[in-house]
């Protein structure tokens, strides 16, 4: 069955840089184009960033632009996600989800998702 | 970039009601819009695709519809399983967007 899990997470210092890792099983991974999405506590669904399945193609939300960074390792099954300058509007929960094909529509499985707690 | 919005942003409603959820666009588009369900401390999941797609698995109550600027997901015979906060989103051009999510509670 299509598996995603996250990790990564934790507690992290305002400034500091964080790699998110999304372990994918279950399906053809260079078939299939990966989103990440995040959800700051108590909040609705932020849409962070995308990579095609050949990996030909990355776009991160505006919001993200420059210090937000999508890559994936075929040979690992994982998409990676990393941020820099951390501050306290990254706190959130950040979910891979796989999208329905090779180049990006909507997401049809999702991970449980990995905390980011940025605090001093 | 496409911003949605949803109404209402809460709901209460009975089970066995039939209920409309609305998602707005700032700019009109066709086919590239989902529905999910999230419930308290899971992931979302996906109910309606392409405007009006039902997943895999999803039960038949639930129906997408809508053209241009105007999309609407409807549970028709609410159970007690569909209380939860739904959200639409676009697929249409980056940067994608999520609506900001309507509760739907129980009355």
């Known amino acids: 069955q299509v598996q995603l899990v996250e990790s990564g997470g934790g507690v992290v210092q305002p400034g500091r840089s964080l790699r998110l890792s999304c372990e994918a099983s279950?399906?053809?991974?260079?078939?299939?184009?990966v989103h990440w999405v995040r959800q700051a506590p108590g909040k609705g669904l932020e849409w962070v960033a995308v990579?095609?399945?050949?990996?030909?193609?990355?776009y991160a939300a505006d919001s993200a632009t420059g210090r937000f960074t999508i890559s994936r390792d075929d040979s690992k099954n994982t998409v990676y996600l990393q941020v820099t300058r951390l501050t306290s509007e990254d706190t959130a929960v950040y979910y891979c989800a796989r999208d329905r094909g090779s180049y990006s529509s909507f997401a049809d499985y999702w991970g449980q998702g990995t905390l980011v707690t940025v605090s001093s | 970039a496409i911003q949605l919005t949803q109404s209402p942003s809460s709901l209460a409603a009975s089970v066995g009601d039939r209920v409309t959820i609305t998602c707005r666009a700032s700019q009109g588009f066709s086919f590239a819009l989902a529905w999910y369900q999230q419930k308290p401390g899971k992931p979302p999941k996906v109910l309606i695709y392409d405007v009006s797609t039902l997943a895999t698995g999803v039960p038949s109550r639930f129906s997408g519809g809508g053209s241009g600027a105007d999309f609407t997901l409807t549970i028709s015979g609410l159970q007690p399983d569909d209380f939860a906060t739904y959200y639409c989103?676009?697929?249409?051009?980056?940067?994608?967007?999520f609506g900001q999510g309507t509760k739907l509670e129980i009355k």
């Open positions: 990579i095609s399945g050949d990996g030909t193609y990355k």
């Open positions: 989103q676009h697929y249409k051009n980056y940067p994608y967007s």
């Open positions: 279950g399906f053809t991974f260079k078939d299939y184009a």
